[in-house]
């Protein structure tokens, strides 16, 4: 069997066996410890700090954002964008109750909205923000009954709602939220899919210039709603 | 995918004289550098995550076995399946029995250099599975019917001209008369095109840059965001991965992707890092219905153990080659395989053969750039020495090579006659080039003196200054 012939050529090569027991159980508890290493500065400080510096860094890499007070001022954000962008006012969006039930979207009934997966055709969706990293302007989006991965992907705008109270520093400090959560299939905290996304989609394949909107979204708008704790 | 790296000599004097070829490699070799200066600068913690990324990679290579054998069990309670591939042409049988199971006829492909090696796409040609590729540089390629030249870039070779002429060719159902006015115009059309083959393929394939031992989940990173179309739209999602990809954590795998998007692009994280577990769960509104990831060993099992067990390090980031002088003067298909550059040199006479890559150890001036720019320290130069000495060994290097290799070796052990003689050709070379200072021509140095001069000696060999230096009190 294949399987056994590549762990039998490892082991060769390793000049041993299977691992005795004592040395499986160190690595066992080395991933249950699951140890970090090197935090960088550029992911430490006050959570001011790491929220103006999400925001530089979405902005470095052509994510646009708008900052809200609370979540009622998400509609009208949302709508002005759209408005400025030329943009149809009709969108998909995520079925995360956070999107379907605490924002006051009656306050712009210009604005229809089709609740559940993102279709081929739609040019905006709407996905709420699970967390924001600082380090690098980076967008936590795991995969949800609630959080559809299509409405990352397929709309020519990808309209993120975040709340500010969800950024985070490194990378990790995202991770350490979603490990507490159980799955109910795999009995892991992993979910489906999870997408890191920094920025809109682009290429430089074509004579190594950058273009944005390859296959992905051309824009990326974050909607930042101010809940964070004074500092 | 087929070697013509025995004729790398051939094909890199055919690069030399391809206008078309150094206008792009012109174009691209000053922006490399200086991005992953700008990202680095950016990280002043680099050097030491570097060190912690070597780190990293030698702890899972030691215990190999245990963190594939842990990474499978946490694939299959997450309802995914694994297929253990010990050849590539398990792994292309693997790949086309779930094809034909589950009876696809088109098959999306995100960006994968083992899918290359592998040589997927005919494989389910020859089968009447139509794959399409589609990062936009892999799927010019595929139109055009050329291998990637580059493991990150991997169309840079080919100028805007070569992009319209190709699309005007195969999107027929287009008006012929279309204006391509700025190259977002050429990426348009390759959006709208390959939209419609997503939403149609039946089976979608990527490949892997980590594979997730604790949680059992296969990484991708892009920037176009076709990788992810590619596993989220069809009914069936195969990963196709190498063995070395493992990595015990998601600690273990974010601190190399803290250096992975700086080596290749100089971003500080590229655009799509994605991560999946299994299949599509209850309740989820998409997502496919099968997750199967084919790993392969094909030659790399054979590495652990040897003085080349280091090269299962790399992270295919491409900083060596885009920093290697050799590699922008012939690009990438002259290497004649899948892996072009100083990781090339190094991984394909591992993977196929020094006899059918021996060559490529030699295309190297040792500078010692791409040991210096990697971003898990392989010892790129240290490995292609120790081919050259296997090359050697086995007699695989031409008669001219090992005859002059001889008489050098017969001379060193005789440092007399070794200090004669080259106080004979010093004083020679130095009455040779005495009115111009520089030689045009030298016998059995043709090769060297076709692209420049040699600048003559002033008549005293290093010996013979140093022991009059040290005489007249000056050292
Ligand atoms: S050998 Fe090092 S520099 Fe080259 S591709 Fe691999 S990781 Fe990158």
Redesign the interface.
Known sequence: ???D???G???????RG??PED??FA?RA??VG?????T???SIGTHAELVSRFVA?VE??FGTLTRVPDLAGVPGAVADYLAAQNLPTDFAMS?HPELTQDIPWHLRPMLQIRV??AA?SDLVCVQQGYAGIA??G?LMLP???ER???I???GDTAIVVLRASRIVG???DA?AWLRQRV???????????????????????????L?L?????RRLHIVLVEDAPAP | MLSTSPEFKANAARALEDPSLQKALTRTRPQHPAKRAAAKAGLPEFEALRDIGRDIKNHTLQHLDFYLETWAGNVEKSGGQVHWCSTADDARAAVLAICQRVGARTVTKGKSMISEELAINEHLEAHGIVPVETDLGEYILQIRGEPPSHIIGPAFHLNREDWEESFRKVHTDLPADRVFAERRDIMVEARTKLREKFLAADVGITGANFLIAESGSSVIVTNEGNGDLTQTLPRVHIVLASIEKVVPTLEDAMSLLRLLARSATGQDFSVYTTFSTGARRPGDWDGPEEYHVVVVDNGRSAMVGTEFQDMLRCIRCAACMNHCPVYFAVGGHSYGWVYPGPMGSVLTPSLIGIDKAGNLPNASTFCGKCESVCPVKIPLPKMMRHWREREFERHLSPQGVRSGLGVWGWLVQRPAVYRVLTQVAAWGLAKLGRRTGRLSSLPLAAGWTAGRDLPAPEGETFFARYARLQREGKL
């Open positions: 069997m294949s399987r012939a590549i762990l050529a490892i082991r060769r090569g390793l000049k299977p691992l040395q499986a690595l080395r991933l699951h140890p970090r290493h090197l960088p500065a550029r860094n470095k890499e079925p559940g997966r081929a380090e690098t980076t995969s949800a009954p559809p991965t299509t990352n992907l397929l490194p990378y990790e991770w799955d109910p299939v795999s009995g892991g905290f992993m979910p489906r899919n999870v997408m890191l996304v920094t920025g809109p989609s682009r290429s430089a394949d074509i004579e190594s210039v273009e909107g390859a296959h992905g979204p």
